[in-house]
């Protein structure tokens, strides 16, 4: 056995409740709620027993505060606190939390955990701080409990909480230990009452008992006042009143006391050097001990050796009203607590007593220490409410801080139409967002009003500054870029999403790979590598997403990391993947890992086009094409909506779904206003000549738009394929065959065939006819699709008489005119005319065609298809 750390009689203020802490001791116990009200005494008795327990039977104590917004953010602090008590070692507290970067894994922690620490108890005190977290964590605890045995999860909380009708295997129990338990008996008063004023009065406890129903916090005001009074107020006294009002400023040794109290409620919780900073005060500790025999506060673990003072809930209340009254005073101690919370890696609440106090320029530097770190930040508002009480005349001197504003408010749907404004503060700054060094600031501001750009949809506006601020990385000393490298790859990576919106792709692609270079953390660089590896699969390059795909380190990402909106590039990547290789069904599976981030995402316009492909191919192309015209069509649009690559992509197949469901007038009303020179609207312009029977108009405009600049792999190979159909309608195989020599070398490089994919059947057909006849097997393979890849989505079906059908079947199994004829006892010249209408039905002109044609519309079992 370990050795006791310390005994329950031994702690201030605190009594021997071994009616309680027989519950907590069984071996059997595997969950327990201690659940009441604020005061009710329920920290104090899971913290006494928590304190008793030896090396053998480790407590993680994790206090929860009110701006844990996500499962990450939550389970990272469980880490943080892990890791300070020393329950984590340094590499496993790295790598779990180099994990929580991308996706909450709380069965890894939890494993972890009881690795390193054997039997382990998890102790969240202030469980309703969780609020809407909390259904989401009952959960992830449900999860724990169920799959680690050996882990034990004590709760204290004023709220609900399904972990209270925890149903757990035989031979393990969960408990609630109820308001009518943690109410003290009149027996513990007499022992409280004896330890606190030496006075061994039964009466008096049984009186006190009556007075405050054994409730823990008036109990203890009730003995305080029996130690300053030398007896116990009637219950109808205004003395009993100010005790039941919790006046205990009046109840302190001095005023001294009363600031001490009043400076120290200003923080969450403290230590005895933070209490000095705040107060000035010649014996904090000394102090805090009597606080603490008296029932104020108590000593929660906080750090290995290292704990930390928590006054009771409804304590801190009263005396943070009366910190409020000196506003200079309070603003000063949030300074401190800010820089001190700092110290102690808490960013989040640093960064909400900077703002209190005024100091901005430490919340610049946190908030960026956030966005590195934290990547919920960036689509989060839980800093909403602390960023708007910022004065608006500090925000333009403070640009990251209008910039966090406008993050936070595109977070909120309510209050997404305010975020610009925000944002064009921040642009229009011309103070640098932090202080580090001169030339890494200026590629700070410089990359801040580029990112900025992009969020108020300047996108080729933002494309531009991206590329010019990502050069001034080459200006910042050696030196500088080492120690800073995590900041400056971070920061890359968002301009690098800037240029490939703004439609500078091959420009993306080396910053997205200079980020990859500069990021120390592994699960950082997984995401500039899955970056890299979307942008290449959206231009058309599959060979190389796949490279990318295979750089990424698995091990550092858990394996539901696809859950997580860092990784959304990452699923454009797999998508284009799927789509190009046909496997319309699994693309649109990979779509089901964005589920969660989708709405908020500036994503949105990509992964909303290969759901688009996947509908198209699996037959649902009209229903989908009217789903994303009503979310273009919302007051607020859908984001990353605008003058961008991602739109026009998501135009393009707009456009195209709206042709094959029989709609060409809806089709060009979604080209109409896109811009002329987008080469990513290209194909689909050509389509739509091509479907209003403008053959040469659409031939015509097709060489012009192969000539524009920017165009990918795939918009080039796109648009050069839907111009062969238009030569080869126009009588021009010659032209045909060159322009899909030139889009077949590209899939056979590089792997994108997607749009072969959306010719229609017939006009497929006759490439096909033209390539056969070229003799270039190339082609062929590059045009011939496994049969049902090529739904006619919203048009009719091809109708055969049941005598024409017979005649196919026919056409099947015999070959030729003369046998068919024979077969069907009629004559030679009657099978020519049946085989003619027959013909002119399915848009073909040969027996092979004909063939090819009528198993792809279903009119033939693949079996009767003899080639």
């Not at 031994?10 to 309680?20: E, F, H, N, T």
């Not at 953010?73 to 020393?86: K, Y």
């Not at 500090?394 to 997404?416: Q, T, V």
């Not at 410089?446 to 108020?456: F, N, T």
Request: hydrophobic share 45%.
């Amino acid at each position: 056995m370990g050795e006791l750390r310390v005994g329950a009689a031994s702690i201030a203020g605190v009594v021997d409740r071994p009616r309680l802490s027989t519950i907590l001791d069984s071996d059997l116990l595997q969950v327990c709620v201690v659940q009441g009200p604020s005061g009710s005494g329920k920290t104090t008795l899971v913290r006494s027993w928590a304190l008793q327990q030896t090396s053998d039977h480790p407590v993680a104590w994790i206090s929860v505060n009110k701006l844990l917004a996500s499962r990450h953010s939550f389970w990272q602090h469980v880490v943080n606190s892990a890791h300070r008590l020393g329950l984590l070692a340094d590499d496993t507290a790295r790598s779990l939390s180099d994990q929580l970067t991308v996706t909450a894994d709380p069965i890894r922690i939890a494993t972890a955990l009881v690795a390193e620490s054997r039997r382990l108890t998890l102790v969240f005190d202030t469980y309703e701080n969780l609020g809407a977290l909390t259904p989401e964590i009952d959960n992830d605890v449900t999860r724990i409990v169920a799959t680690v045995p050996t882990a034990r999860v004590l709760i204290t909380t004023r709220g609900p909480t399904a972990l209270a009708d925890q149903d757990l295997p035989a031979g393990r129990i969960s408990r609630v230990i109820t308001m009518s338990e943690l109410a003290f008996t009149p027996d513990e008063i007499h022992t409280l009452v004896a330890s606190q004023t030496g006075l061994d009065d039964v009466h008096l406890a049984r009186s006190i008992a009556r007075s405050t129903r054994g409730y823990a916090l008036e109990v203890r005001a009730a003995v305080l006042a029996v130690a300053n009074l030398g007896t116990v107020p009637r219950a109808d006294s205004a003395e009993w009143s100010t005790v039941l009002e919790s006046r205990l400023e009046a109840l302190l040794p001095d005023p001294l006391a009363a600031r001490f109290v009043a400076d120290t409620s200003v923080p969450p919780y403290f230590d005895i050097d933070l209490a000095a900073r705040l107060t000035g005060h010649p014996d904090a500790e000394g102090l805090l001990s009597v606080l603490e025999r008296n029932g104020f506060g108590r000593w929660i673990p906080y750090a290995r050796g290292r704990p930390v003072f928590q006054y009771v809930e409804a304590v801190r209340d009263v005396f943070r009203t009366r910190a409020a009254d000196d506003d200079e005073r309070l603003r000063r101690s949030s300074r401190t607590t800010a820089h001190w919370l700092l110290d102690n890696g808490d960013l989040d609440q640093s960064l909400q007593f900077a703002i209190a106090g005024g100091d901005y320029a430490t919340a610049q530097l946190i908030f960026l220490l956030l966005l590195i770190t934290d990547p919920d930040s960036y689509i989060s508002d839980r800093f909403l409410v602390p960023l708007q009480q910022i004065p608006h005349e500090e925000l333009e001197p403070h640009p990251l801080l209008a910039f966090a504003l406008g993050l936070a408010l595109m977070a909120n749907p309510i209050l997404r139409q305010e975020a610009p404004s925000a944002f064009a503060i921040s642009i229009a700054s011309t103070a640098m967002p932090v202080k580090l060094s001169p030339q890494l600031d200026r590629f700070c501001s410089a990359s801040l009003k580029a990112v900025a750009r992009r969020l108020i949809f300047r996108f080729r506006e933002s494309a531009d500054a991206s590329l010019e601020a990502a050069q001034l990385v080459d200006a910042i000393d050696a030196d500088v870029v080492e120690q800073f490298r995590e900041h400056i790859g971070t920061i890359l990576r968002q301009l690098s999403y800037s240029l490939l919106q703004g439609g500078k792709i091959d420009d993306a692609l080396v910053i997205m790979a200079r980020s990859a270079a500069l990021c120390v953390n592994e699960t950082s660089r997984n995401y500039s590598i899955a970056y890299a590896a979307g942008t290449s699969a959206f231009a058309g390059d599959i060979a190389k997403a796949k490279a990318f795909q295979l750089a990424i380190d698995t091990s550092a990402w858990p394996a539901d990391l696809r859950q997580s909106y860092m990784n959304g590039l990452g699923l454009v990547a797999e998508g284009f993947i799927r789509l190009d290789s046909l496997d319309f069904a699994g693309a649109l599976d990979v779509l089901g890992e964005s589920e969660s981030y989708i709405q908020t995402a500036e994503f949105w316009p990509f992964l909303t086009a290969i759901s688009m492909a996947a509908r198209f191919g699996l037959g649902q192309g009209l229903a989908e094409a009217e789903r994303v015209t009503a979310e273009l069509s919302k007051p607020v649009p859908p984001p990353g909506i605008g003058d961008n690559v991602g739109t026009e992509l998501l135009n393009a197949w707009l456009a195209h779904l709206w042709l094959q469901g029989g709609e060409p007038r809806r089709a060009a009303g979604v080209l109409e206003n896109q811009r002329a020179d987008s080469p990513h609207l290209a194909w689909a312009r050509v389509e739509v000549l091509l479907e209003a029977g403008h053959a040469r108009r659409a031939l015509d405009l097709a060489s012009v738009l192969l000539e524009l600049p920017g165009h990918t792999l795939r918009s080039r190979a796109a648009t050069q394929t839907v111009a062969a159909v238009a030569a080869a309608r126009q009588g021009a195989p010659d032209v045909a065959i060159s322009l899909l020599n030139r889009a077949a070398v590209i899939y056979e490089t590089y792997g994108a065939r997607l749009h072969v994919a959306r010719l229609p059947l017939a006009d497929r057909v006759v490439l096909l006819e033209l390539a056969r006849r070229s003799g270039s097997t190339s082609l062929q393979h590059y045009l011939e699709l496994p049969t049902g890849v090529t739904p006619e989505a919203g048009r009719p079906t091809v109708e055969l008489t049941p005598r024409e059908r017979v005649v196919l079947a026919a056409l099947a199994e015999h070959g030729t005119t003369r046998s068919i004829a024979h077969a069907l006892v009629v004559s030679p010249h009657t099978i020519k005319s049946q085989l003619h209408a027959i013909y002119r039905k399915l848009g073909v002109s040969s027996r092979d065609s004909a063939l090819r044609v009528a198993r792809e519309y279903g009119l033939l079992d693949r079996t009767e298809v003899g080639s």
